[in-house]
């Protein structure tokens, strides 16, 4: 069968089906062959690979996915797009398409079910409206991923590399690498949609670490703090963190960053993860030795 990935297959398919595209589940379907082998060189995609793909669209990725991996994996969440994926992929025995909401999904047990648990890469053309909240599903619910190869908008990608001290650096930056090492694959240009969204794409590789880059004694409160002290950019930390959100005053606050040696005039923005390690962990022995009120 004729690769989807040009125009006029594209077109072709879509008119046989009467399928209508729809902005809200962001589809916006690729047409380009170039950027395609530049995400499967991306994600080093061999022969040994287990891939699960969120949003197939029509199939056009997946094909090519097919034909590199081991077995792939395709959860797409619009039914319209279930019989025309039954058509574009039937020549493919190593791809399984399961119809649903990816957030809604539990991944560990899927992957359990069909990959026995084994590593998989994560590749996708993200659907732009629920870009983070699907990578960091990935990774806060541990679901085992070696690679998370995406195409998300560029400013997205600009904050997962984002290092301290620029604009882009804020929690998104912490927690992504906490878990990962961001790697930039290329930037895309609108062109190669159909139909072109209204941003420029960045096509990203967030290798997942073996064990997350920071030693935390309290995970649910480093990012807690991380949060906080990003929630008002101006503020310096000694504000932003006494301000509530973590029920620890002033005095304690000063005392953390001072066990942490972290000028209490410093913004969250300066904060290396390192830093912010440290600080969590110390405000979270400061909160385990306060007698309960
Ligand atoms: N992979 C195709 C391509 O590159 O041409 C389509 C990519 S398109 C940007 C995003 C796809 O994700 C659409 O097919 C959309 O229906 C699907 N999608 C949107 N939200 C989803 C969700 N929550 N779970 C699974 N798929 C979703």
Redesign the pocket.
């Known amino acids: 069968m004729d690769k989807l990935v040009s125009p006029r297959r594209t077109k072709e398919i879509i008119d046989k089906y009467g399928f209508r595209f729809?902005k809200s589940?962001?589809?916006?379907?690729?047409?380009d062959e170039n950027i395609?082998y530049k995400i499967l060189d991306g994600a080093e995609i061999s022969e040994n690979d287990l891939v699960l793909?969120?949003?197939?669209?029509?199939?056009?990725?997946?094909q090519y996915l097919g034909d590199r991996a081991r077995k792939v994996l395709a959860?797409?969440?619009?039914k319209t797009?279930i019989p025309i994926l039954g058509e574009t992929l039937s020549e493919y025995e190593n791809i399984e398409l399961v119809h649903?909401?990816?957030?809604?999904?539990d991944l560990n047990q899927l992957i359990n079910e069909k990959f026995a648990g084994e590593k998989v890469k994560v590749v996708?053309?993200?659907?732009?409206?629920?870009t983070t909240p699907?990578i960091m599903k990935f990774l806060e619910d541990e679901v085992p991923v070696t690679d998370i190869v995406v195409?998300v908008q560029k400013e997205v990608a600009d904050r997962l590399k984002a290092s301290p001290n620029t604009k882009d650096y804020g929690a998104l930056s912490v927690a992504v690498q906490y878990y990962c090492e961001p790697e930039i694959i290329t930037k895309v240009p609108r062109a190669v949609?159909i139909p072109q969204?209204n941003v420029e794409s960045t096509v990203i590789r967030l290798k997942v670490l073996d064990r997350p880059r920071v030693n935390i004694d309290n995970r649910k409160l480093f990012f807690k703090v991380v949060k906080a002290s990003f929630a008002k950019r101006r503020k310096t930390l000694l504000n932003s963190l006494s301000m509530g959100t973590l029920g620890l005053d002033k005095k304690d606050i000063k005392e953390a960053l001072s066990l942490s040696e972290i000028d209490s005039k410093r913004r969250g923005e300066s904060l290396a993860i390192e830093e912010f390690a440290l600080l969590a962990n110390n405000i979270n022995k400061i909160i385990k030795e306060k007698p309960e009120s």
């Open positions: 729809s589940l962001g589809q916006n379907f690729l047409i395609i793909e969120v949003g197939p669209g029509i199939g056009t990725l997946t959860i797409e969440i619009d797009l649903g909401d990816v957030l809604e999904i996708s053309n993200l659907p732009y409206y629920v699907i195409m949609f969204p």
